[in-house]
């Protein structure tokens, strides 16, 4: 029996998710890039009718990092994370023995509440036999926590309702946070494409002053293209649903600096506008 079988007989998925499949660095560089997950493999659960998680994470994905997908059945709000769909989808990412699972999908948070949010994320991690699941809501919490923001602007698609984009402003304000904008991208719209361009100018002309970083929420929104720019004219962090997922997931590998054109947050540089401690 061939190595590589041989332990995807004998070890357990919980076992191999700490020990990613590897290869010597000299056999690993010899050949052109081919998906290969050499580093790591991160498992992405998405919502059967969205490209963009997916495609964003491949998009920034540093090479010797695989991205996996399971989707689950068009639900919305808080039915996304219920089971028996979102169960039966880690269940298909857990044979994968991907190191880590990333919801692509922030509004089930906002309706749940970070209370409810935090007892999801561990109930989906017993389900994955403790394989880490990283939610976009409380990661970026987390990011912007470490890096001393205190105001915060959100910024929502444009399909977003109402309802939800309140929830959102109900959500960071009970993490300790003071939103001084929650807004959706204008026009309003059903689910589209949103280019780069037009979150750049959007987000440029409205954000308020007092704000010291943006999370752009919502993982259908396409937007990880616009952040360097935006950080470049707005001089202040700017987090995305998608790019922040990736970036608690590479940081659990140590990989997390090996990320360029996707925002500060992947190398720690100091940007103004926020607090004294970024």
Same mark, same amino acid.
């Given at each position: 029996?061939?190595?590589?079988?041989?332990?995807?007989?004998?070890?357990?998925?919980?076992?191999?998710?700490?020990?990613?499949?590897?290869?010597?660095?000299?056999?690993?560089?010899?050949?052109?890039?081919?998906?290969?997950?050499?580093?790591?493999?991160?498992?992405?659960?998405?919502?059967?009718?969205?490209?963009?998680?997916?495609?964003?994470?491949?998009?920034?994905?540093?090479?010797?990092?695989?991205?996996?997908?399971?989707?689950?059945?068009?639900?919305?709000?808080?039915?996304?994370?219920?089971?028996?769909?979102?169960?039966?989808?880690?269940?298909?990412?857990?044979?994968?023995?991907?190191?880590?699972?990333?919801?692509?999908?922030?509004?089930? $948070?906002?309706? &749940?509440?970070?209370? /409810?949010? =935090?007892?999801?994320?561990?109930?989906?991690?017993? !389900? %994955?036999? @403790?394989?880490?699941?990283?939610?976009?809501?409380?990661?970026?919490?987390?990011?912007?926590?470490?890096?001393?923001?205190?105001?915060?602007?959100?910024?929502?698609?444009?399909?977003?309702?109402?309802?939800?984009?309140?929830?959102?402003?109900?959500?960071?304000?009970?993490?300790?946070?003071?939103?001084?904008?929650?807004?959706?991208?204008?026009?309003?719209?059903?689910?589209?494409?949103?280019?780069?361009?037009?979150?750049?100018?959007?987000? $440029?002309?409205? &954000?308020?002053?007092? /704000?010291? =970083?943006?999370?752009?929420?919502?993982?259908?929104? !396409? %937007?990880? @293209?616009?952040?360097?720019?935006?950080?470049?004219?707005?001089?202040?962090?700017?987090?995305?649903?998608?790019?922040?997922?990736?970036?608690?997931?590479?940081?659990?590998?140590?990989?997390?600096?090996?990320?360029?054109?996707?925002?500060?947050?992947?190398?720690?540089?100091?940007?103004?506008?926020?607090?004294?401690?970024?």
């Amino acid at each position: 029996m061939r190595r590589r079988e041989f332990l995807a007989a004998t070890v357990s998925p919980a076992a191999a998710s700490i020990a990613s499949p590897m290869l010597p660095t000299t056999q690993a560089d010899r050949w052109p890039a081919d998906g290969f997950g050499a580093v790591a493999r991160f498992g992405v659960l998405t919502p059967d009718f969205d490209p963009v998680p997916e495609s964003e994470l491949w998009a920034m994905a540093p090479r010797g990092v695989s991205i996996h997908t399971a989707r689950v059945g068009a639900k919305s709000g808080a039915a996304f994370v219920e089971a028996p769909a979102i169960d039966e989808a880690v269940d298909h990412l857990v044979r994968l023995r991907p190191r880590a699972i990333l919801l692509g999908y922030t509004s089930s $948070s906002y309706a &749940l509440g970070a209370d /409810a949010d =935090a007892r999801v994320r561990a109930r989906l991690e017993d !389900r %994955a036999r @403790g394989i880490r699941m990283i939610f976009p809501s409380l990661a970026a919490s987390a990011a912007l926590g470490e890096l001393g923001v205190q105001r915060v602007s959100l910024v929502h698609p444009p399909w977003w309702t109402e309802t939800a984009n309140d929830q959102a402003r109900a959500y960071w304000s009970a993490a300790g946070f003071e939103v001084v904008q929650c807004v959706r991208m204008q026009p309003l719209r059903d689910f589209t494409e949103v280019a780069p361009s037009e979150v750049v100018d959007f987000i $440029s002309a409205r &954000l308020p002053r007092e /704000a010291q =970083a943006v999370f752009i929420g919502g993982n259908g929104m !396409r %937007a990880v @293209g616009a952040i360097k720019a935006l950080e470049a004219r707005l001089r202040k962090p700017v987090i995305s649903a998608n790019q922040i997922v990736l970036y608690d997931a590479l940081r659990l590998v140590g990989q997390a600096d090996r990320i360029a054109n996707y925002g500060s947050i992947f190398s720690g540089r100091k940007r103004t506008g926020a607090s004294d401690r970024i």
